[in-house]
């Protein structure tokens, strides 16, 4: 069974920093794109951070670009998600998510990953 974990969440002032990690099992992910999206309260899902392979090409999201920093550990079949300069509207569920064999519709495109962990909850007060 394929599963993604995260971990790292939780509370934060603003300005303050959070590293999140997204751990897999019951496959290896070493050669899959694996990416970040956010759901914030009332809010549809979106894109925060891709990372390929090989290489570790990275995208983002404009609202994170030059905080967030994604990054991978293939040997832990894991990737992290290391949050800077955190703000109020950073506040939202985190989910991590492993490119699918299906068509490739881009990096900031959900429908081009099949496996999804359970979200954890990034909370950022002013």
């Known amino acids: 069974q394929v599963q993604l974990v995260e971990s790292g969440g939780g509370l934060v002032q603003a300005g303050g920093s959070l590293r999140l990690s997204c751990a897999a099992s019951?496959?290896?992910?070493?050669?899959?794109?694996r990416g970040w999206f956010r759901q914030g309260p009332g809010k549809e899902r979106e894109f925060v951070a891709f990372?390929?392979?090989?290489?570790?090409?990275?995208t983002y999201a404009d609202s994170v670009k030059g905080r967030f920093t994604i990054s991978r550990d293939d040997a832990k079949n894991t990737v992290y998600l290391q949050m800077n300069s955190l703000k109020p509207e950073d506040t939202a569920v985190y989910y991590c998510?492993?490119?699918?064999?299906?068509?490739?519709?881009?990096?900031?495109?959900?429908?081009?990953?099949?496996?999804w962990g359970q979200g954890t909850q990034v909370t950022v007060s002013s």
């Open positions: 998510a492993a490119e699918g064999s299906g068509a490739w519709r881009g990096s900031d495109d959900r429908r081009s990953y099949d496996y």
């Open positions: 019951g496959r290896t992910f070493s050669t899959t794109g």
């Open positions: 990372i390929g392979y090989p290489g570790g090409r990275t």
